[in-house]
């Protein structure tokens, strides 16, 4: 299984939410930029707003596990942040991925040739 790469630094955040260009959804909102790099790098927020750290983490672990299905029919050479939006209730883990390929082909980041 090959392994993730995310952002870690506070820094690599900002530059994406100052500089990226984000796409809104109902639990998600997307913000991507270039990053010259050959590799795909990803983060993950989600606030206090959205619960407890059992829900919080639940949530990253469903936007992770999304990710990971439609990575090998990304375009190369991107950074993502993903922030989890509050909602009344958790989302399905069908409902986030659903929304996930909805963002990412309106970013045209999704390479529909791979995916058929």
Do not use: C, H
């Not at 630094?9 to 500089?19: D, G, M, P, V």
């Not at 990803?42 to 919080?56: A, L, M, P, Q, Y």
């Not at 209730?89 to 082909?105: N, R, S």
């Amino acid at each position: 299984m090959k392994k993730i790469v995310t952002l870690k630094k506070n820094y690599e955040f900002q530059r994406l939410y100052k500089k990226g260009k984000f796409y809104v959804g109902k639990y998600l909102v997307l913000y991507v930029k270039e990053n010259k790099l050959n590799i795909n790098r990803i983060g993950i927020t989600t606030s206090r707003k959205f619960g407890n750290s059992v829900k919080r983490n639940r949530v990253r672990r469903l936007i992770r596990e999304s990710y990971r299905y439609y990575e090998k029919y990304l375009k190369v050479g991107y950074d993502f942040v993903f922030v989890a939006r509050s909602t009344e209730d958790l989302p399905a883990y069908t409902d986030i991925k659903k929304e996930m390929k909805y963002l990412l082909k309106k970013n045209s980041v999704f390479d529909m040739e791979k995916w058929n």
